[in-house]
């Protein structure tokens, strides 16, 4: 494929049926190619570089269903038909919503969490819940200022 040329579906090894740019409205470009190494630069959808075999395989053009987040969802019955064609993870009810047997936050006469919702790493499964090993909480304060030293 000549330089410049829009892709979508490449393989990164060759005969892996295609891993790269394969969600709704992505794109990659062909950047260069090197004859000796057989080897071409492609530019992914993220913004990286990436060196793959010529030898792969690709579709010309872009993934259909570009713009499909851009729609507001607006209604519940939509947010349904979405996730139900997906996986069951809608809708997600918060912790403290539930009992105590469902959940480690849930339970007491007004929802609140009532434990430190930071959890170590080795917890065990189940109590595992809210920020896991988190290493920072709280909002950002303050900024990071970087010092120039004058020679």
């Known amino acids: 494929m000549p ?3 829009i892709v979508c579906c490449l393989e990164e090894k060759p005969g892996d049926r295609g891993k ?3 969600a709704s409205g992505n794109y990659a470009t062909v950047i260069s190619h090197n ?28 993934v259909a269903g570009g713009g499909r987040i851009d729609k ?19 809708p997600r009810v918060r912790g403290v919503a539930m009992n105590p047997v469902e959940h480690p936050f849930g339970g007491g006469n007004h ?3 009532g434990k430190p919702s930071t959890i170590r790493r080795d917890a065990p499964a189940g109590r595992k819940v809210g920020l896991i090993a988190a290493r920072r909480t709280g ?7 970087v010092q120039e030293k004058e020679n």
């Open 3 to 5: 330089e410049g040329t």
């Open 20 to 22: 790269l740019a394969r």
């Open 35 to 62: 004859p000796e190494t057989k080897k071409t630069r492609v530019k992914l959808p993220s913004g990286s570089k990436k060196v793959i075999s010529s030898a792969n395989r690709a579709v010309v053009g872009v």
């Open 72 to 90: 507001p969802i607006l209604k519940a019955g939509r947010a349904y038909h979405k996730y139900k064609a997906k996986r069951n993870c809608w």
């Open 111 to 113: 929802q609140h969490i």
């Open 139 to 145: 909002r950002l304060r303050g900024t990071k200022t």
